[in-house]
């Protein structure tokens, strides 16, 4: 079992910058991939970046150019910066890990409890 703890959500002035991050604790033979999704009020959950254990990003067309995704393998953790905020990324944001707990096992998908991000004009 894999417990995320998600932290960094809070209220910014569009133009303004957070940074979010995440820490994977639990048994798992290794990550595979990291990243963040999102979902504003009454819109569908949306992926805004994932990272792969080697490095490899994809972010959506809406947040490329302002917000940048990394991790850190050794200590398990993702951080998601955010800049030049703007009112539509006003959401909740979730961490989540792709993890296997044996290198044939099955890819397991745990979320962490979400934080807020609201950017007022």
């Known amino acids: 079992q894999v417990q995320l703890v998600e932290s960094g959500g809070g209220s910014v002035q569009a133009g303004g910058s957070l940074r979010l991050s995440c820490a994977a604790s639990?048994?798992?033979?290794?990550?595979?991939?990291m990243g963040w999704y999102r979902q504003a009020p009454g819109k569908q959950r949306e992926l805004v970046a994932d990272?792969?254990?080697?490095?490899?990003?994809l972010y959506a067309d809406s947040v490329k150019g302002r917000f940048t995704i990394s991790r850190d393998n050794a200590k398990n953790t993702v951080t998601l910066q955010m800049n030049s905020l703007k009112p539509e990324d006003t959401a909740d944001y979730y961490c989540?890990?792709?993890?296997?707990?044996?290198?044939?096992?099955?890819?397991?998908?745990?979320w962490g409890q979400g934080t807020q991000v609201t950017v007022s004009s």
């Open positions: 989540n890990a792709d993890t296997v707990r044996w290198v044939t096992g099955p890819t397991m998908r745990y």
């Open positions: 639990g048994t798992f033979f290794s990550i595979n991939t």
């Open positions: 990272i792969t254990s080697g490095g490899s990003t």
